[in-house]
């Protein structure tokens, strides 16, 4: 098994994908999904306790995929645990093997959720990732990791003289790559990505642009209007709305932002969101035909 690292640094085009974990996912449908992706995506990015839903730990469903041969990313949100419990889950990713590690904030719950769990926050995203790079280099530590770490960011069209300050502190804290929330007005990722560059930022760090395939008009509206960070023009919504088979025009979307992602200078791969049908991510990587 080729890891998630590895596949940065051989291929011309890394494409990961996002499989939706839910209180109702066990290890059989994870082995299901790993199975089905196994020879199109390099690794799978499994995100911790996204939209509020409590599933088992990113942790256990990222040993599921090892044991099947498919290499994860495991996401940690400082929003759901206190600093020891943050380190005891790198200790224990460190243990399983497991090499790629999303390290974020976490985003804040939808509301009316309930019983509304406190929010913990008692570290920031910056301050884990270099917490997760002393784990890299300090020989006192028992168990020895070698984990790639990557941090997150929203993609924006930047004013002329923006300096990407956060994103700076990110990668001087030790991230290694960097992922966009899912972006898909590609005139604005290509904006950005030409801001990253003139600053010499890919020259420190692999970028991955994110995109989604969405079943229908509503998914994609219901993810825009329920996440802040996501980018979804009207334009893509409206082509969802009017297709004879929405499913189907889902995965031409995605297989037309794939390749112009490949096309756009800095970036280094994409990860792709799907609501649930695996198989279509699948698809639109086939249609794509990247140099992967």
Known sequence: ??????????????????????????????????????????????????????????????????QNGVDSIMQLSCRNKNRMALISELLGAAALGITSVYLVRGNKLPEGYKPRPKAVNEIGATELIATAMKMNTDPEIGVPSDFYIGASVT????????????????IEAGAQFVQTHACMNMKLMRNYMKHLVAHNLIRKVSFFGGTAIFPSAEA??????????????????????????????GVKICTEQLQEMERIPGIAGANILSGGNVTAITDAIRAAKLNI
């Open 155 to 170: 993609p924006h069209n930047p004013e002329p003289n923006w300096v990407p300050v956060k994103l700076i502190e990110n």
């Open 220 to 249: 994609a509206r219901w993810l825009r209007d329920n996440r802040r960070n996501v980018i979804i023009p009207d334009s893509i919504i409206k082509r969802l709305k009017q297709a004879a088979d929405p499913e189907q025009e």
């Open 1 to 66: 098994m080729k890891s998630f690292k590895e596949s940065v640094r051989t291929l011309d085009f890394t494409v990961t994908a996002k499989i939706p974990l839910t209180p109702a996912t066990g290890a059989a449908l994870i082995r299901e999904q790993a199975e089905t992706l196994r020879d199109s995506v390099s690794a799978i990015l499994l995100t911790d306790n996204q939209f509020g839903k409590v599933h088992m730990s990113t942790l256990a469903a990222s040993a599921i995929l090892l």
